[in-house]
T-cell receptor, first 111, second 112 residues
Framework: GESVGLHLPTLSVQEGDNSIINCAYS??????FIWYKQESGKGPQFIID?????DKRQGQRVTVLLNKTVKHLSLQIAATQPGDSAVYFC??????????FGRGTSLIVHP | DAEITQSPRHKITETGRQVTLACHQT?????MFWYRQDLGHGLRLIHY???????NKGEVSDGYSVSRSNTEDLPLTLESAASSQTSVYFC???????????FGEGSRLTVL
């Protein structure tokens, strides 16, 4: 079946560095992608989204890049802070408004 | 402010008992979802609803049921709890025409 996966289950960075979290998807019909952040003991929270008619979208300190050719998206976090430590999930929507989630990447930011 | 709340936040029960996890949202969203989260599996969809009286099975629906009698609530029932259902359960809701989910804080269920 279709699946969403992540390349790195754990990413450790130093405070102030830029972080890049990657995600591969296999459903070519997916047209909407979302990144969620989940802090310990809490539910996932929306970070940023991107539609398939875009290649790049920027938010506050975050940028999502979408490469439809290789079915890959990434989340870039600029000047990573300790408060960015969390698990990050990518999710894809194939038009049914039911997102499929990847397994998640744990981001650890060292002071 | 609109919100989505789950209760109880923590529950310990015994194998074979019936358990109901409550989910209440004040967003007035039509779409509601139940996910379970386990290490190594991420978030897996249990059941979802597109509106009142509508319910649908997700990826891992066996042993679970839901009902949707109003817009605000989607309770999740485990008819006969099993140890394999020990997990953290998340309820979420979304507007009809977007994919962004708003999640509750989760309910940690332990089945002994």
């Amino acid at each position: 079946g279709e699946s969403v996966g992540l390349h790195l289950p754990t990413l450790s960075v130093q405070e102030g560095d830029n972080s890049i979290i990657n995600c591969a998807y296999s459903n070519s019909a997916s047209d909407y992608f979302i990144w969620y952040k989940q802090e310990s003991g809490k539910g996932p929270q929306f970070i940023i989204d991107i539609r398939s008619n875009m290649d790049k979208r920027q938010g506050q300190r975050v940028t999502v890049l979408l490469n439809k050719t290789v079915k890959h998206l990434s989340l870039q976090i600029a000047a990573t802070q300790p408060g960015d430590s969390a698990v990050y999930f990518c999710a894809e929507n194939g038009g049914s408004y039911i997102p499929t989630f990847g397994r998640g990447t744990s981001l650890i930011v060292h002071p | 402010d609109a919100e989505i709340t789950q209760s109880p936040r923590h529950k310990i029960t015994e194998t074979g008992r019936q358990v109901t996890l409550a989910c209440h949202q004040t967003w007035n969203h039509n779409n509601m979802f139940w996910y379970r989260q386990d290490l190594g599996h991420g978030l897996r969809l249990i059941h979802y609803s597109y509106g009142v009286q509508d319910t649908n099975k997700g990826e891992v629906s066996d042993g679970y049921s839901v009902s949707r009698s109003n817009t605000e609530d989607l309770p999740l029932t485990l008819e006969s709890a099993a140890s394999s259902q020990t997990s953290v359960y998340f309820c979420a809701s979304s507007e009809t025409n977007t994919g962004e989910l708003f999640f509750g804080e989760g309910s940690r269920l332990t089945v002994l």
